[in-house]
């Protein structure tokens, strides 16, 4: 079945640090790519999407390419700050049913 | 412009008893789904609504849990004689339409069963 495999945390770097998280999925068909952040004590935010193969999201500083041939939607980010600190969720959506499916989820801490 | 609201934002029940979580999806949405956040797990589909239909709920437990979007009013998750495995962030979300990629999240409901 439809899944997403993101790289277990938590992770924990220094301000202005470079970040990679790790995100596979499974789907048949083409699906749309999501990655979601949880504040503490907060709900979801949308923080970037990308619809089809070779396109880039791209939100306050974090990218995420759709990359159909490793099956792969890696977050980035050049320089984090301690207020990136948050729980990012790798999602997809295949439109063949309602649902989003989503990743385990990973933790980042930033140190000042 | 209000997003998707839920309340109450923490609930503590007490084993056996009833929980009620509401959601008012944004303005225009007519489209409502559930999912539950277990400590540390990411999220899980429950339900998907739409204005007095359940549409899919294949992710919803066969016993205790129950969904509603009646015409008028809130989207209600209801769970029957709470057991502490039922403890866990529920989540609603709203789109404009079925086939809408974006879902729009709630805070969320922290349910704790004591």
């Known amino acids: 079945g439809d899944s997403v495999t993101q790289m277990e945390g938590p992770v924990t770097l220094s301000e202005e640090a470079f970040l990679t998280i790790n995100c596979t999925y499974t789907a048949t068909g083409y699906p749309s790519l999501f990655w979601y952040v949880q504040y503490p004590g907060e709900g979801l935010q949308l923080l970037l999407k990308?619809?089809?193969?070779?396109d880039k999201g791209s939100n306050k500083g974090f990218e995420a390419t759709y990359r159909k041939e490793t099956t792969s939607f890696h977050l980035e980010k050049g320089s984090v700050q301690v207020s990136d600190s948050a729980v990012y969720f790798c999602?997809?959506?295949?439109?063949?049913?309602?649902?989003?499916?989503f990743g385990k989820g990973t933790r980042l801490h930033i140190l000042p | 412009n209000a997003g998707v609201m839920q309340n109450p934002r923490h609930l503590v029940r007490r084993r056996g008893q009833e929980a009620r979580l509401r959601c008012s999806p944004m303005k225009g949405h007519s489209h409502v789904y559930w999912y539950r956040q277990l400590p540390e797990e990411g999220l899980k589909f429950m339900v998907y609504l739409q204005k007095e239909n359940i549409i899919d709920e294949s992710g919803m437990p066969k016993e205790r849990f129950s969904a509603e979007f009646p015409k008028e009013g809130p989207s209600i998750l209801r769970i029957q004689q709470v057991v502490r495995g039922d403890s866990a962030a529920y989540f609603c979300?709203?789109?404009?339409?079925?086939?809408?990629?974006?879902?729009?999240f709630g805070p969320g409901t922290r349910l704790t069963v004591l």
């Open positions: 999602a997809l959506f295949t439109g063949r049913d309602d649902k989003i499916i």
């Open positions: 979300a709203s789109s404009l339409s079925a086939s809408d990629n974006e879902q729009f």
């Open positions: 990308a619809t089809k193969a070779d």
